[in-house]
């Protein structure tokens, strides 16, 4: 019987604190990524080799270079339990983006796409929560893999930045 190998690894959490409320920052993510979640299946039945699957990718892409692939209304079920608090998590990404760091190891799949937690923080505020995603997919020495890593850091925080800024 083989022993799995473990490598140790810590996560860097990003907490945006919003003045919007839950629903106009779940408003503004949505208007970004797209409010349809796209099924990569689809997109890899519909495409023959690398251009046309780029090419179903592109126009699918919102301005901060995202799409919206799931939503998990954690809200809708937590309230069974007695929590009464809207959280939704949010998985998006980019597989254009997302090419830029499996090229340089296939593991980083464990991180991409990437996850968002929307949170009802009470009197009409919000918070966006995210792990850095360098954080999550670099765990040895790899420079061309940090670089592309660090760039989806950029474009999700800019991204961040947008929806939960003003109210």
């Known amino acids: 019987m083989s022993r799995p190998d473990e490598i140790r690894f810590d996560g860097v959490q990003v907490c945006y604190d919003s003045a919007k409320s839950y629903d106009e920052l779940l408003a503004a993510l949505l208007s970004d990524i ?23 990718v592109e126009p699918r892409v919102g301005p901060s270079g995202f799409m919206l692939f799931k939503l998990i209304d954690h809200g809708a079920w937590i309230g069974k339990a007695g929590i009464d608090r809207k959280v939704m998590r949010v ?50 020495p790899n420079p061309q893999l940090l670089s592309a890593a660090q760039e989806l850091d950029a474009k999700l925080a800019a991204l961040a930045t947008k929806v939960t800024s003003g109210s």
Do not use: C
């Not at 796409?113 to 040895?140: A, H, I, Q, W």
């Open 34 to 56: 797209g409010e349809k979640p796209v099924s990569l299946d689809d997109l890899v039945t519909a495409s023959s080799d690398w251009e046309s699957y780029r090419q179903e």
């Open 91 to 140: 998985i998006l990404g980019n597989p254009l983006i997302a090419i830029t760091m499996l090229r340089h190891d296939v593991t980083a799949g464990l991180f991409a796409p990437v996850e968002l937690l929307l949170v009802d923080e009470g009197e009409g505020r919000s918070s966006l929560t995210y792990v850095k995603p360098s954080s999550l997919m670099v765990v040895e």
